[in-house]
């Protein structure tokens, strides 16, 4: 069948955080105001030169994340502040409004991370606004996670949407599966969601996942 080819909006991409020592008792939780966010996992390389010419070496994965929001009264703001002031870890999802699988799931990074640095600038006529940088820990993870219908409405203010780990397990989320994953979207059917795309045919590609 043809597969459904969409661009993606940067205003579809969500930050939600969690501590994690908070996993069992709490939905992820959007930061409120966001206005951008950067995510870019590299891999470096270097080369041992031996006498048979030479020799390539990767690093493990790094992964810089930053995300930018206007500060609030928001219990996530002070969340943030306080991983950085106690060393703590936070749970933290890139979700993609704008790509789904059959299931109706979003298609997600899913990260460990410690903000390494918190940035506020209060400028007297504009909203004070923070640009926090997180030190990524191992890995991150792609799959797909459910936000509720309710939250579609609010999500543009503050949204509480993603399970907690003890009511469905890994909050209802599925696993990344390359080998049916790559290039899969499902177009949203109903525009209430307000994700936005512009939407092309192009090949095939068929989905099937497994619950994470």
Do not use: C
Request: no cysteine; hydrophobic share 30%; glycine share 6%.
């Amino acid at each position: 069948m043809a597969k459904n080819l969409n661009y993606l909006q940067g205003a579809d991409a969500l930050v939600f955080v969690r501590p994690l020592s908070e996993a069992g008792n709490k939905p992820g939780a959007l930061i409120p105001y966001q206005t951008g966010a950067n995510f870019e996992p590299s891999r470096s390389s270097k080369s041992k030169e031996t006498k048979s010419g030479s020799l390539p070496t990767l690093a493990s994965v790094e992964t810089d994340f930053e995300v930018d929001f206007i500060d609030s009264t928001d219990a996530t703001s002070d969340e943030i502040y306080d991983s950085i002031m106690n060393a703590t870890t936070l749970e933290v999802w890139l979700v993609q409004r704008g790509r789904r699988n059959a299931e109706g799931k979003y298609y997600a990074w899913y990260m460990r991370a410690m903000p390494s640095k918190d940035t506020s600038d209060n400028d007297a006529d504009s909203q004070s606004t923070r640009k926090v940088k997180m030190t990524v820990q191992g890995t991150p993870q792609r799959g797909w996670t459910a936000l509720p219908d309710e939250a579609q409405e609010e999500i543009n203010y503050v949204f509480y949407g993603l399970d907690s780990t003890t009511k469905e397990a890994h909050g209802n989320g599925t696993d990344w599966n390359p080998s049916t994953d790559e290039g899969l979207n499902v177009p949203v059917s109903n525009s209430k969601d307000g994700a936005s795309s512009s939407a092309a045919p192009s090949s095939t590609a068929s989905s099937t996942s497994d619950n994470h």
